[in-house]
C-alpha cells in the first residue's frame, strides 16, 4: 500500500524591489501565518528573486500532508491563489494559480 505523498503548493509574485521587507512582514502576518496554522501544513517559506529592472519575483512554498489538508486553507479549488485586502498595495504582477507537486520522501530517503 503506498501512502500519499506530501504535496509541495507553489505561487509566484512580483513586487517593487524597495518593497522587500514590508512584503515579507506583511505575509508573515497573512499567508505564510494562515499556512502554518492550518492543519496538515508541514511549513511554509518566502523565496526572492531580484529583476534587473526593479522587481522582485516572490515565491512562496509550503508542504502538506495531503492535497485534502490543503483544501482546509485554499478552499475547493487548491489550484486557485489565496489572495488578501491588502495584496493590490505591493503585488505590481502576480499568477491566479498555483503549482502543487508530489514530493515523495519515501524515494528521497533511499537514495
Not at 518566502?46 to 495531503?66: A, F, G, K, N, P
Not at 489538508?69 to 493590490?88: H, R, T, W
Amino acid at each position: 500500500m503506498t501512502a500519499e505523498s506530501t504535496v509541495l503548493r507553489s505561487w509566484t509574485g512580483w513586487i517593487r524591489t524597495v518593497d522587500r521587507e514590508p512584503y515579507r512582514d506583511y505575509l508573515e502576518g497573512t499567508g505564510l501565518r494562515e499556512y502554518r496554522e492550518t492543519p496538515g501544513n508541514l511549513g511554509a517559506v518566502l523565496l526572492y528573486r531580484d529583476d534587473e529592472d526593479e522587481r522582485t519575483e516572490v515565491r512562496t512554498l509550503s508542504l502538506w500532508r495531503s492535497r485534502n489538508d490543503i483544501v482546509a486553507f485554499a478552499g475547493a479549488d487548491i489550484a486557485a491563489a489565496v489572495f488578501y485586502p491588502e495584496d493590490g498595495r505591493y503585488l505590481i504582477d502576480r499568477d491566479t494559480t498555483v503549482e502543487h507537486f508530489d514530493v515523495p520522501w519515501v524515494e528521497l530517503a533511499e537514495r
